[in-house]
């Protein structure tokens, strides 16, 4: 199938940010002290997930909107740890995302904030080479939505969506897009037709 855009996830996907989330976790939890610590096992639960789910998951005992806040402040901290200290890219990133900027328009959605794609592509030295992104968080919409706002103001019909997790996994389904598995995220062991060990792969895959 010829895609006319390739949408990406970030973390997971294109680099992994985990044990900086939880320096941020554990440094807001320090200064509210409501706010249970957290391991990096902690963290690679919840990596993916959007605002809510976090909450949910690692504050089940605050009440729900006061955990979303606390989220966010977590989040926008882990940006700032992360433009002062970068994260870990994944091996051949650039390369290949270079190679298909060639062929499709490629686009990023993650659950986290405009911001963190902003960092992201800085970091990355690949700002060049993506024609749109959503961070959902800074929009209130789920990833479905997301994938549906993309497509519709880039004016595509076929695309798929890459990431790690299942939800990412059922937001391309529910967007009627296809889905291809990085293995090498947080959730491994996901069952899924299409899928890559290694993002070098997608050459040969798509």
Avoid at 113 to 118: A, E, G, I, S, T
Wanted: net charge negative; proline share 1%; charged share 25%.
């Amino acid at each position: 199938m010829k895609y006319e855009m390739i949408i990406f996830d970030i973390d997971g996907t294109l680099w992994e940010a985990s044990e900086i989330t939880m320096i941020a976790a554990n440094t807001i939890a320090d200064e509210y002290k409501e706010i249970p610590k957290v391991s990096i096992e902690d963290i690679y639960k919840v990596m993916g997930l959007g605002k809510r789910d976090i909450a949910q998951i690692l504050m089940p005992n605050i009440e729900l909107s006061k955990a979303m806040g606390y989220v966010d402040l977590q989040t926008k901290l882990a940006i700032d740890l992360i433009n002062k200290n970068g994260a870990h890219i994944y091996e051949n990133v650039f390369s290949v995302i270079k190679y298909l900027s060639k062929k499709y328009k490629l686009g990023i959605i993650t659950n986290n904030f405009d911001d963190y794609v902003k960092l992201f592509l800085e970091k990355s030295n690949l700002k060049s080479f993506f024609i749109d992104y959503i961070g959902n968080a800074s929009y209130g919409i789920s990833k479905k939505e997301a994938i549906e706002k993309m497509m519709s103001r880039n004016n595509v019909s076929l695309a798929c969506y890459i990431g790690d997790i299942k939800k990412d996994m059922q937001a391309a389904y529910d967007a009627n897009i296809d889905f291809i598995h990085a293995k090498y995220g947080f959730e491994p062991n996901l069952e899924c037709e299409k899928f890559i060990n290694d993002i070098s792969e997608l050459k040969e895959i798509l």
